[in-house]
């Protein structure tokens, strides 16, 4: 049976992070090309295996993580995406970083806008956010194209970041902090 937290669109299949993912992971949060704009910047391959492990354990505590994303044709790893809890306490983040040669055609976009789906059809969260730097003109194009809007700003470093949300109204009879969604 497919795991319900599997996602397929169009051109790409998203699973949930692996442990068996660590090597191109790794290889993608080590890259500046990739990575360096990303909260933290770029991470050894320790701090990856830190972070993929508590990608892991958030998958079964919250019912949602970080995917990975690779071509439907070929299998090839193209990125990452996928919901975290800020660390800051601004909420449910969406999150994407992919390989520069697979950008520029949509593939973020068409794998961010799956995340934020599952987010609000799936999860039940009535509010998604995203944070990109003022001048991410790249991440920020994505952030809108899947309909979620700015909502607020703040300094980090003396960089000035954009906070955007998707707001969702959830059913009046659904769990209004979210539902888990478990594998069956």
């Known amino acids: ?57 958030a998958w079964g505590a919250d019912g949602f993580g970080m995917w990975t994303v690779r071509a439907r044709e070929g299998n090839s790893f193209l990125g990452l995406t996928g919901l975290m809890h800020r660390p800051d306490h601004r909420g449910v983040a969406l999150r994407f970083a992919f390989w520069p040669q697979a950008r520029g055609v949509g593939l973020a976009t068409e794998a961010a806008g799956a995340a934020l789906v599952y987010a609000h059809e799936k999860v039940l969260l009535p509010r998604v956010v995203a944070v990109a730097r003022e001048d991410n003109f790249a991440s920020r194009m994505v952030i809108g194209a899947i309909g979620m809007t700015q909502a607020d700003s703040f300094t980090r470093n003396g960089i000035l970041l954009l906070v955007y949300h998707s707001r969702r109204k959830i059913a009046a009879d659904a769990d209004h902090r979210h539902r888990q969604v478990k594998p069956g």
Do not use: C, N, Y
């Not at 699973?15 to 770029?42: E, H, N, S």
């Not at 701090?47 to 990608?55: F, P, Y």
């Open 1 to 57: 049976m497919l795991s319900p937290w599997r996602l397929a669109t169009a051109r790409l299949v998203m699973t949930p992070v692996a442990p068996a993912d660590l090597r191109d992971i790794a290889a993608l949060k080590a890259d500046p090309r990739a990575f360096a704009q990303m909260l933290g910047g770029v991470r050894s391959r320790a701090e990856s295996a830190e972070e993929l492990a508590d990608d892991i354990r």
